[in-house]
């Protein structure tokens, strides 16, 4: 079974907008990644913030995390046309990673 | 190679079948691990190996999937006497060092369909 959960299941936004995405979890955690899944690239890790910190940049890329809550957020600025995919949270306990179900982004011109 | 790599892309099965999918790991990664991807779902693990030794096999649905990685390098993941439910995308990824401390690089999948 899965951890967690992202909301919302589906954003469709116009190009140039900001897109933020929340994923909760359930269990204590050693960090939280994200990753994105398209057809042409398959899934690929984004960022990767530890239980320690509570906010971390990438590019356009914001990530944010509340362990009190257990809940983490992803912030795109300014959207383009190729961050069109599914975003996938993925919490890291033990020896595996477990993944939510995922955000489907649309990214429209 | 610079990525992982899996092989069939795509394997159609007809049920009662048995399928071998592999894997090959990026080049001096440590941990290989399996996930399996239903349509609209995020993937869901399946079972890790560090090296050759697998370690974590918890994720495995039922004995009729077996996973090997006997020289510690690429790795087969088999499903005996197929079954439809057994339809869906598997994932390989590979990480330099062992557990899920760091990122994890994933292979484009196989998509199996048990008809």
């Known amino acids: 079974s899965q951890q967690g959960e992202e909301d919302p299941q589906a954003l469709s936004i116009q190009e140039g907008e900001n897109a933020t995405m929340n994923c909760s979890y359930k269990?204590?955690?050693?960090?939280l990644q994200w990753y994105r899944q398209n057809s042409g690239r398959g899934l690929v890790h984004l960022i990767l913030i530890r239980s320690n910190e509570r906010e971390k940049h990438s590019g356009r890329l914001r990530v944010t995390l509340d362990t009190s809550k257990k809940s983490s957020s992803l912030l795109i600025t300014a959207s383009r046309a190729a961050d069109t995919a599914s975003y996938f949270c993925?919490?890291?306990?033990?020896?595996?990673?477990?993944f939510g179900q995922g955000t489907r982004l649309t990214i429209n011109p | 190679g610079a990525g992982v790599s899996q092989s069939p892309r795509y394997k159609v099965a007809k049920r009662g079948q048995d399928v071998a999918l592999r894997c090959d790991p990026i080049?001096?990664?440590?941990?290989l691990f399996w996930y399996q991807q239903a349509l609209g779902q995020g993937p869901e693990f399946l079972t890790y190996f560090q090296n050759e030794a697998q370690l974590d096999k918890s994720g495995l649905p039922s004995d009729r999937f077996f996973a090997e990685r006997p020289e510690g390098s690429v790795s087969t993941l088999k499903i005996q006497r197929t079954q439809q439910e057994d339809s869906a995308v598997y994932l390989c990824?590979?990480?330099?060092?062992?557990?899920?401390?760091?990122?994890?690089?994933f292979g484009p999948g196989t998509r199996l369909t048990v008809l």
């Open positions: 080049s001096g990664h440590v941990s």
């Open positions: 269990t204590s955690i050693n960090n």
């Open positions: 993925a919490t890291s306990g033990a020896q595996k990673l477990v």
């Open positions: 990824a590979s990480s330099l060092v062992g557990l899920a401390m760091l990122e994890q690089f």
